[in-house]
């Protein structure tokens, strides 16, 4: 089955413990991105990634990391977690073919730190 | 200025309603378009997509744009109580770059 996995799927974490949140796409597609959902600001861009090896900062990069090194992998880092972290976050992957751009969304993660 | 506008709602209406819902943008550089539909504490799902300027069909749904106006269109026909979601507008101005979403618009469609 064609899907995004993101793990885990509820994190919750003290400030300043650093965090991976997994993320892997088995359908070979070059673009993957990271979102943070808040209620009334809807879905924002953290950071995305063009194929392996190139990141590009999205609307709200601060305070994230990730890495690029292989094509099905995505991983989102807080180094540092902060209050303000908490937020649903999604994982999308995206074919790129022609003009066919469409972006698939995973489950979410909800984390919580405190 | 946001980069996408979309009525928030809530949209409340009868079952089988014509529903139309709406984003508007700033950048005339976007070229791909899409609608997403949200559940309650799910990831959100493709539902259309659009290059360029035009219309969509697929079933009860037609997406519409209209780069003129800025303005692209999603419109539910015969709507049912499983449409009730929240729908995200989307959109790009080129393959590998960024995407913008709309904050989304709240439905229910009431038996």
């Known amino acids: 089955e064609a899907q995004v996995t993101q793990n885990p799927r509820y994190l919750i974490t003290v400030t300043g413990k650093k965090l991976t949140v997994t993320c892997s796409q088995n359908?070979?597609?070059?673009?993957m991105s990271w979102y943070r959902q808040d209620p009334g600001l809807g879905l924002r861009q953290i950071y995305y990634?063009?194929?392996?090896?190139?990141?590009d900062k999205g609307d709200v990069p601060e305070g994230y990391k990730v890495s690029r090194k292989e094509k099905r992998n995505f991983p989102l880092i807080l180094e540092s977690p902060s209050p303000n972290q908490t937020s649903l976050y999604f994982c999308a992957s995206a074919i790129i073919r022609g003009i066919s751009y469409e972006q698939y969304f995973g489950p979410g993660t909800r984390l919580t730190v405190t | 200025q946001k980069e996408v506008e979309q009525d928030p709602g809530p949209l409340s209406v009868p079952e089988g309603a014509i529903v139309s819902l709406n984003c508007t943008y700033s950048?005339?550089?976007?070229?791909?378009f899409m609608w997403y539909r949200q559940y309650s504490r799910k990831g959100p799902e493709l539902l259309m997509y659009t290059y360029s300027s035009g219309n969509k069909e697929d079933g009860r749904f037609t997406a519409q744009v209209d780069k003129s106006s800025k303005y692209i269109s999603l419109f539910i026909r015969d709507s049912q109580p499983s449409d009730s979601a929240t729908y995200l507008c989307?959109?790009?101005?080129?393959?590998?770059?960024?995407?913008?979403f709309g904050t989304g618009t709240s439905l229910t469609v009431i038996p």
């Open positions: 359908m070979n597609h070059e673009y």
């Open positions: 990634s063009m194929n392996v090896e190139v990141t």
């Open positions: 950048n005339s550089a976007f070229q791909y």
């Open positions: 989307a959109m790009s101005a080129s393959t590998g770059n960024q995407f913008y």
